[in-house]
């Protein structure tokens, strides 16, 4: 069974700019949740979606945006990226509540120049 | 303020010796406790999952204690392996909040 999938792997953006990631759930996963990791600030979260529905929301401007298809994929977008966005991208997925196992992506290191 | 503070910040021990990491935190009201290994450059991946009601749970050499009353948990590494250098990350979940600590870096030395 394929693991939770996350692309790009690395990704180089320049300030202002805009970027969209993607994460392939475990096969049968409903629940895609998405989380931002710095060196200083450690792992927070972002967002979570339940099909196709935003079901949780930290507390992170709303430059950070996120969606979920049918099929239960996921892509997160962050417009107008500042310099502090720099950080490893990870998504995870479970069953249906997230009291659940997550199972984590390798995540996606954004760096913005 | 919901918080998850652990202790130490890093950590080294020999292969073979034993060691503990702290987790203690402010969350509430508390839904569930969670400890996580990540290897560098890789996501976090579930060791232990408590709730309320638990007080220990095993997950082979890993041991995680937790103490509702006094707001605090427990990993406990029996034996350790080099494989076991990693940053252990616990994860505390109120009703739709989730606090993630800043993680103990382990290095396990020959």
């Known amino acids: 069974k394929a693991g939770v999938t996350q692309t790009p792997r690395y990704l180089i953006k320049t300030r202002g700019q805009q970027v969209t990631l993607s994460c392939s759930p475990i096969?049968?996963?409903?629940?895609v949740s998405w989380y931002q990791q710095t060196p200083g600030q450690g792992l927070q979260f972002l967002f979570e979606y339940f099909s196709e529905t935003q079901r949780n929301k930290g507390n992170f401007p709303g430059r950070f945006s996120g969606r979920q298809f049918s099929n239960s994929r996921s892509e997160m977008n962050v417009s107008t990226l500042e310099l502090g966005d720099s950080a490893l991208y990870l998504c995870?997925?479970?069953?249906?509540?997230?009291?659940?196992?997550?199972?984590f992506g390798s995540g996606t290191q954004l760096s913005v120049l | 303020k919901n918080q998850v503070e652990q202790s130490p910040q890093s950590l080294i021990i020999l292969e073979g010796k034993n060691c503990t990491l702290q987790?203690?935190?402010?969350?509430?009201?508390?839904?569930?406790l969670r400890w996580y290994k990540q290897d560098t450059g890789r996501g976090p991946v579930s060791l232990t999952i408590?709730?309320?009601?638990?007080n220990t749970k095993s997950n082979g050499r890993y041991t995680a204690t937790l103490d509702a009353d006094t707001k605090q948990s427990s990993l406990h590494i029996t034996a350790s392996q080099l494989s076991d250098s990693a940053s252990y990350i616990c994860v505390v979940s109120a009703d739709n909040d989730m606090r993630f600590g800043a993680g103990t870096r382990l290095t396990v030395k020959p």
């Open positions: 987790c203690n935190y402010t969350v509430s009201p508390f839904s569930n």
């Open positions: 408590m709730t309320f009601s638990e």
């Open positions: 995870a997925s479970c069953g249906s509540h997230t009291d659940e196992k997550l199972f």
């Open positions: 096969s049968g996963h409903r629940s």
